[in-house]
């Protein structure tokens, strides 16, 4: 996709597993103070609504990957609850978009796009999550320009299986069914219902992504050499949404029915209004 065709497939995956707990505690009080570096974005969903002036919220017009939902810009979808970012899929049988797309399912997608983009440093987001089979939140970051050029960085991933979630990059060469993708094996008194820190560290010849502070998986610019260009040398922008179904998932679920990488399980979790994605804060730091 520009935004996100075909994230994340599991091609070429070297996987791997640490039985840790978590290291992530509430930095709301100093997480916009660096020891080193120069903060050059922080929220913390503080205010009583999103603020504007960082965030842009998206709303559908190219559909990608097969998922289930419409982006919509509504107080349903994104709201602040006790000084966190919600994104909640909801069920709306025959949405309409303005476009004249249907979709059974509406949810939430905000970006910086034009507000704050940076290259590189820390990124780094402390979320929760909440388990259901072809759920498919995500914290990721993509280049201003056509995709897959400019590159995407894909921070946390979640489609459905609470031990895990997987980073990825896609650039040009590499991108759709990417070689560069890997997963985290969370401990299982500590999976993705908890709150974890997904990070991403990010230099001129390298990205290291990093979750609760251990990292998980490294990409360099000689590792993607060997399929294309270094699509990590340009101005990135911050990204949080909320899918539904699609590809990504249907590849780990197997589900068709009653929905495209949807169970009736998950079904009924989000019509209980239970699907949701908290963000506790976002920062990005420069060195």
Not at 36 to 50: A, M, N, R, T, Y
Not at 204 to 229: C, E, H, W
């Amino acid at each position: 996709m520009q935004n996100r065709m075909g994230l994340g497939f599991l091609i070429g995956i070297l996987f791997i597993s640490f039985p840790f707990q978590s290291q992530s505690q509430s930095v709301k009080g100093d997480a916009g103070q660096s020891k080193k570096g120069k903060l050059v974005f922080f929220d913390d969903f503080s205010g009583v609504q999103l603020d504007r002036s960082k965030w842009n919220v998206e709303t559908t017009g190219m559909h990608v990957n097969n998922e289930l939902q419409a982006y919509v810009d509504s107080g349903r979808t994104i709201y602040l609850e006790n000084n966190h970012l919600v994104i909640q899929p909801r069920y709306d049988s025959g949405y309409v978009t303005k476009d004249g797309q249907r979709f059974d399912f509406i949810s939430g997608r905000i970006n910086t796009k034009n507000k704050f983009d940076f290259k590189y440093g820390t990124a780094e987001a402390r979320i929760k999550l909440v388990d259901g089979a072809g759920l498919w939140p995500a914290w990721w970051m993509l280049g201003n320009g056509e995709w897959p050029q400019t590159g995407e960085i894909d921070i946390m991933e979640y489609i459905g299986e609470k031990d895990w979630a997987s980073a990825a990059v896609h650039g040009l060469g590499y991108s759709g069914e990417t070689p560069f993708v890997n997963r985290l094996y969370f401990n299982k008194a500590n999976d993705v219902t908890q709150w974890h820190v997904y990070a991403v560290d990010w230099t001129p010849d390298a990205l290291v992504f990093k979750y609760d502070g251990i990292q998980m998986f490294r990409v360099t610019k000689t590792m993607t050499s060997n399929y294309g260009t270094w699509s990590f040398d340009n101005n990135k922008y911050l990204i949080l949404n909320f899918a539904l179904g699609g590809a990504y998932p249907v590849k780990i679920n197997g589900v068709k029915n009653p929905y495209y990488g949807l169970p009736s399980s998950t079904l009924e979790l989000i019509k209980k209004n239970k699907a949701k994605m908290y963000v506790d804060w976002v920062k990005v730091v420069q060195y």
